[in-house]
């Protein structure tokens, strides 16, 4: 199911590297290698008519830490089973925004959003929404790997689970299913029983992604993921969100632009707190259409 | 570009490789007009001088290409950057190219010396005229990021074109009045037919020009956008 005010059924496909049969509109978007799209109604803030399924969209979203308003109105989609990268300066409200998408934002004291936030067909911030609920469909994985350095690995994977207390029925089969999703079951599965922080910088942040599947959410939410891990550690996660990309819709923020450039399939640039361009993440780095955007990823920063 | 690099070293190496195609441009530009003087003086020892400067030509692309290559390695440029290097290291093999038509230009000036004057120098004169302004003007769009004048210069090829193929009619008919002047006549084609080449050469450098500059590939008869 998608995000969308008005559908028009396409009438020709764009074949992308993968070409393949089309799919028929309204089914799941991502038979494998298919890209497929759709028209969708309402524009980005950056003036850029989106063409997929959108799995989230912001709408003149503002976000406030008290009197200060740091995201500014920005209307944007987070299309389907995509990984969605997100750049900009320090201060231009990245993090800001993804902590919106999962209405983390609130949770510091003084702070509020105004505008919408659409999670398929519902507003998050609609009156009776319930944050928790939000949470478990939207998942966060943070800068630096947190796992519970008093729980095993085992108990890490679970955590989310119990904490929500959601009763699991075969929690072995889980806790193997979400490991191996991450690539980490073959290097752990002989030593759940051990602490989660006994883990490398790399396989932490792996667990703390288990963690957050354990769940089963919809949209991965990353927030600077490998800033803390080293070049070869980063290289897995990376392998490994664009595993994920095929069942989960991603948004990950980053400061390292080669890292946008590498797994995200869409790219915004955001600067102080205001969409300037959003697009396939090709044409940001090949041929950006806003000066600003251009000065940007070319280290042209004044 | 408006802005700079934040990078100073990275903005420098930037400059130094346009300077590098600058030069090899000018240098080639000059080449093409000594060897087209060569041939309306009948100048023996200019020709082969000029033969010689070819060298220093080849020398410049594998200077250019070995900063590329660096800048690329260091840097991972994108977007105008990305499309300024890359440009860069297709026009350096074009601009070879043109250095080595010179040298075939001198070759026909030295087989040319001792032959029968024959009236056809107007119609060579012409295509060198057309072929040297459109690698004058190519080049300077570069240097000036200039779309605009690149698809004036893209526009010219077909004059060019037009030119060559008349020259041909216009040799036969000499050869015809008069068998003796064939082996002058060939060398003439030949001359004419590198000088076409030269501007095909330019053209491909304005198509260059414009995807540097816009990001369109207009290569091949596809239009912009």
């Known amino acids: 199911m998608s995000v969308q005010t008005q559908v028009t059924l396409p009438t020709n496909f764009v074949s992308t590297e993968e070409r393949s049969d089309p799919a028929s509109a309204g089914s799941d978007p991502l038979n494998p290698g298919v890209e497929y799209e759709i028209e969708t109604s309402a524009p980005t ?19 406030y830490f008290g009197a200060t308003e740091v995201i500014k109105g920005i209307t944007m989609p987070v299309l389907d089973k995509k990984v969605t990268a997100i750049i900009g300066p320090s201060g231009c409200g990245k993090s800001t925004f993804i902590r919106c998408l999962n209405r983390m934002h609130e949770v510091t004291p003084g702070s509020r959003a105004t505008g919408s936030v659409m999670l398929e067909s519902q507003d998050i911030y609609g009156r009776d929404v319930d944050p928790v609920r939000v949470r478990r469909r939207v998942g966060m994985v943070f800068q630096k790997p947190n796992p519970f350095p008093t729980m095993s690995i085992r108990d890490n994977v ?4 119990r904490l929500n207390g959601i009763k699991v029925r075969d929690p072995d089969a889980l806790v193997e299913r979400c490991l191996q999703q991450v690539a980490l079951w073959d290097e752990v599965k002989d030593s759940l029983h051990r602490s989660g922080a006994s883990l490398s910088g790399g396989q932490q942040q792996r667990l703390c992604i288990a963690r957050c599947l354990s769940l089963e959410p919809e949209v991965l939410l990353m927030d600077e993921p490998c800033s803390a891990l080293d070049p070869i550690a980063t290289a897995r996660v990376e392998e490994l969100i664009h595993g994920l990309r095929k069942s989960y819709t991603i948004v990950i923020v980053t400061h390292n632009m080669q890292q946008a ?31 600003r955007t251009e000065d940007y ?4 920063f004044g | 570009m408006g802005r700079v690099h934040t990078d100073k070293e990275y903005e420098n190496e930037l400059n130094q490789l346009r300077e590098l195609v600058l030069l090899m441009g000018a240098r080639v530009e000059e080449m093409i007009g000594m060897a087209m003087r060569a041939f309306r003086e009948r100048d023996l020892s200019l020709a082969r001088s000029t033969m010689a400067s070819d060298r220093n030509i080849d020398q410049l692309e594998m200077e250019i290409d070995e900063l590329a290559l660096k800048i690329l390695a260091r840097r991972q440029p994108v977007a105008s950057d990305l499309r300024f290097i890359t440009t860069t290291l297709k026009l350096v093999t074009d601009l070879e190219r043109v250095g080595d038509l010179g040298v075939n230009i001198c070759e026909r000036v030295l087989e040319l010396v001792d032959d029968v004057p024959l009236d056809a120098d107007s119609a060579i004169t012409r295509l060198a005229e057309s072929a040297h302004g459109m690698l004058q003007d190519a080049l300077d769009a570069f240097v000036q990021y200039d779309a605009v004048k690149a698809n004036q210069v893209m526009e010219r090829d077909q004059t060019v074109d037009g030119y060559y193929a008349q020259l041909f009619p216009e040799l036969v008919t000499h050869m015809m009045k008069n068998p003796a002047v064939v082996y002058r006549a060939t060398r003439l084609q030949s001359i004419g037919k590198y000088l076409e080449r030269i501007a095909d050469h330019a053209t491909n450098i304005a198509e260059m020009v414009v995807f540097m500059v816009k990001g369109q590939d207009v290569r091949h008869g596809q239009g912009p956008g």
Do not use: C, H, W
């Open chain 1, 261 to 291: 450039a590498r797994v995200a399939n869409y790219t915004a640039f955001f600067y102080l707190g205001q969409l300037i361009e959003f697009n396939k993440t090709d044409v940001i780095f090949t041929r950006p259409r806003e000066q």
């Open chain 1, 158 to 161: 679970l955590a989310g689970l």
């Open chain 1, 45 to 63: 803030s950056a003036g850029i008519k989106t063409k997929a399924p959108a799995k989230m969209r912001a709408q003149d979203l503002r976000a």
């Open chain 1, 297 to 300: 990823v070319t280290g042209r």
